[in-house]
C-alpha cells in the first residue's frame, strides 16, 4: 500500500498498441499494482481487443481510437480526471503524452530513446543502465528501474473454460523429445528469423521448437519455416508460465532488447537459456548460467542450442529435465514499484528539486 503519510495519486498510463507483447502486459501489471497501492489508476488505450481483455481489475479504462489531435483529447481527458502524472508506453504514447501540459509526463523506454518520441518528457524511466548511459541531451529527470516478470498467470474463475492441456500434449511429443520455446512478438528485432536458420541447420531431430506470439513477420516466418516438421507457431498464448513450465530450454535471439520481460519469465520457471548478446539480455544474463551468442550469428546460435538440446538428452537415459535457480532479487515487483513512485513524486511541484538526471535507481 501508499504510505499512509503521502496522498494517492491519480495516475494516467497511455499504450497505443494493437497487439498485447512485453511493453504492453509490463504497462499493465504496473497500472494493476500502483491501483492495489490505492491510486487513482487510469489506462488510455487504442481500443484494441487485446489489451481491453487484459485490462487490470480496479482500473478505469479509456479509448482513444482516432489518432486526429490525439495530444489534445488527451490533454483534455488529463483535466477532467485531475491527473497527477501521465505515463507513455512506448513511441506513439510518448509523443502523444509529450504534448499535454494538465500534467507531469512520463516514459519508459521499453526500446531505446529517441528524442522526436521522448526529449520533451519530464521524466524518463530506463530499464537498464545502457539507456541511461545513453540519453545524451536529454533535459528531463530519468532513473534506472528494471523490469520484473509480471504476475504468474492466474487461477481461473468458476465458470470459466477448464485450462488447455500441457505444450507437449498439444504437441504430441514423445517423453524423451526435447521442447525448445521462445516467446516473442514476430517483428524483425526480435530475430525470430535467425532462430529458425539457426534450428533448422543445427538441431538434432528429436528437438521440437514452439514460437509463441504473434505480429506482422507471422507470415514470412512461417514461410522461412515451411517444411519443417519440428518448428510449431502457436500465436499469442495467456497462459505463458504454464507453458514455460513444458519447455526444456528458452531462447532469445533478438537483435536489440532492452530488459525482456519474457526472458525475466522463462528465470523464473528455471529455465536453462540461450540468448544474443543484446545490452540488455547481458546485463541480465551475464552472471547467469546461462549461454550468451554475438549477434545476428547463426551459425554461433546454432552451435550453443544444439549444444545445450544434447545436453538435455542422455544416451540410454531420454529427455533430462534440467531447472536454474536464478537470482531475481534485482528484479523485484514491489520493489520496482515504490522505486516508480518515489520517481513521480520527486517531480512533483512540492518535492525537492533533483539533478538534471538524478542518478540511477538500479
Known amino acids: 500500500m501508499a504510505s499512509p503519510s503521502l496522498p494517492p495519486l491519480t495516475i494516467v498510463h497511455v499504450v497505443f498498441s494493437s497487439r498485447l507483447a512485453g511493453a504492453e502486459r509490463h504497462a499493465l501489471d504496473l497500472a494493476a499494482a500502483q491501483a492495489a497501492a490505492g491510486h487513482r489508476v ?3 488505450t487504442r481500443g484494441s481487443t487485446a489489451l481491453c481483455r487484459a485490462m487490470p481489475a480496479g482500473v478505469d479504462h479509456h479509448v482513444l481510437a482516432l489518432p486526429l489531435w490525439r495530444g489534445t483529447r488527451l490533454d483534455a481527458l488529463l483535466r477532467r480526471l485531475g491527473a497527477d502524472l501521465c505515463h507513455g508506453h512506448l513511441g506513439p ?3 502523444t503524452v509529450a504534448r499535454c501540459k494538465a500534467a507531469l509526463r512520463f516514459g519508459t523506454l521499453h526500446v531505446g530513446y529517441k528524442a522526436h518520441h521522448h526529449e520533451r518528457l519530464d521524466g524518463l524511466i530506463c530499464v537498464n543502465q545502457a539507456q541511461w548511459d545513453s540519453l545524451g541531451d536529454y533535459l528531463g529527470a530519468a ?3 528494471y523490469n520484473w516478470p509480471p504476475r504468474s ?7 470459466e473454460a477448464p485450462p488447455r492441456p500441457g505444450l507437449r500434449e498439444q504437441l504430441k511429443l514423445a517423453d524423451d523429445q526435447v521442447l525448445v520455446g521462445t516467446v516473442a512478438r514476430l517483428h524483425r528485432s526480435k530475430g525470430v528469423d535467425l532462430l529458425i536458420r539457426a534450428f533448422s541447420r543445427h538441431a538434432p531431430d528429436h528437438a521440437v521448437l514452439a514460437i509463441l506470439g504473434e505480429g506482422r513477420e507471422a507470415r514470412a516466418l512461417k514461410r522461412l519455416a515451411a517444411g519443417h516438421p519440428g518448428i510449431h507457431f502457436l500465436g499469442f498464448r495467456d497462459d505463458v508460465d504454464a507453458v514455460l513450465e513444458d519447455m526444456d530450454l528458452f531462447v532469445s535471439p ?3 532488447e532492452a530488459l525482456p520481460l519474457a526472458v525475466l519469465e522463462a ?3 528455471g529455465l536453462p537459456i540461450v540468448a544474443t548478446r543484446t545490452n540488455g539480455l547481458q546485463q ?3 552472471d547467469a548460467p546461462a549461454t550468451l551468442v554475438p549477434l545476428e550469428d547463426v551459425t554461433a546460435l546454432g552451435t550453443a542450442l544444439q549444444a ?3 545436453g538435455l538428452r542422455l544416451p540410454g537415459h531420454g529427455r533430462v529435465r534440467s531447472r536454474v535457480a536464478y537470482d531475481l532479487s534485482p528484479y523485484d515487483r514491489d520493489l520496482a514499484v515504490a522505486r516508480i513512485e518515489a520517481f513521480y513524486r520527486s517531480l512533483m511541484p512540492t518535492s525537492t528539486p533533483t539533478s538534471t538526471l538524478g542518478g540511477s535507481y538500479a
Open 153 to 159: 498467470d492466474q487461477p481461473k474463475a468458476p465458470g
Open 308 to 310: 545445450s538440446i544434447r
Open 143 to 145: 532513473r534506472v528501474i
Open 267 to 269: 528465470m523464473r520457471a
Open 284 to 286: 541480465l544474463l551475464s
Open 93 to 95: 504514447a510518448c509523443k
Open 42 to 44: 487510469h489506462v488510455v
Open 254 to 256: 533478438s537483435r536489440e
